[in-house]
């Protein structure tokens, strides 16, 4: 879901830059209010995690590829926001370092990635939770990556039917919806979302196991 410089127009990824930056400042604020001694620890071992799988790349069926993100994991162990600023820390650094994604689209991988999944994987859980414990886990990761690709996949389709040349050939990303809904959506609730919903499971559940040498880390109560 990491997208490349110069598959979106300065309208869409300007935008996005709007919407990302005062909620990444409000996320910044949340953050300083979470930590201390017990929390730094996990949040930067979860951080680094994600770091870690999203550079690992899943090939599919089609010639296309994918990774988890592991953005529920933390919104569940602390909350969304926290999530939202670990996950575009990441994404800034992978483009920054790697190439992995561009400096431009960068406010919109952040949304879908960072805040989107971040958000319904937390409610989801904490909806969920009542129901089964293990459940709620892993529909809340699958759901939060799945969320996630339909943001990318709608920003990325939307392309070609707004800004294309007198003759209608696209002048950025060249697939509309038909194609990107489908391939990106498709691939994430067969592939990914399950890869998602199994990392969350194991990784919330690990942190569970470990916290009570931490003092107060705990799964958030909702």
């Known amino acids: 879901m990491h997208i490349p410089d110069g598959y979106l127009s300065p309208q869409t990824y300007i935008t996005s830059y709007v ?26 071992t979860l951080t680094a995690l994600s770091f870690l799988i999203m550079m690992i790349n899943i090939p ?21 926001w926290i999530a ?29 990635m960072g805040f989107v999944a971040g958000f319904v994987g937390y409610y989801a859980f904490n909806i969920l939770k009542k129901v089964n414990y293990s459940v709620a886990l892993f529909v809340s990761g699958w759901l939060s990556i799945v969320s996630a690709s339909v943001v990318i996949a709608f920003v990325l389709g939307i392309q070609p039917y707004f800004f294309h040349d ?14 990107t809904i489908p391939a990106i959506v498709g691939s994430h609730m067969i592939y990914f979302g399950v890869v998602e919903g199994i990392y969350t499971l194991l990784v919330v559940k690990f942190i569970e196991k470990i916290r009570s040498s931490f003092g107060k880390v705990k799964v958030n109560e909702g």
């Open 60 to 80: 599919i069926p089609g010639g296309t590829s994918g990774h988890a993100i592991g953005t529920a994991s933390i919104a569940i162990l602390f909350n969304p």
């Open 166 to 179: 007198e003759q209608g050939k696209p002048l950025f990303f060249p697939f509309d919806l038909k194609i």
């Open 19 to 44: 919407v990302c930056v005062p909620l990444f400042i409000y996320g910044i604020k949340k953050l300083k209010e979470s930590l201390s001694e017990e929390t730094i620890p996990f949040i930067s």
């Open 84 to 112: 939202f600023v670990s996950i575009s820390l990441v994404l800034l650094i992978q483009a920054l370092l790697f190439g992995d994604g561009g400096i431009t689209t960068w406010a919109v991988e952040s949304i879908s």
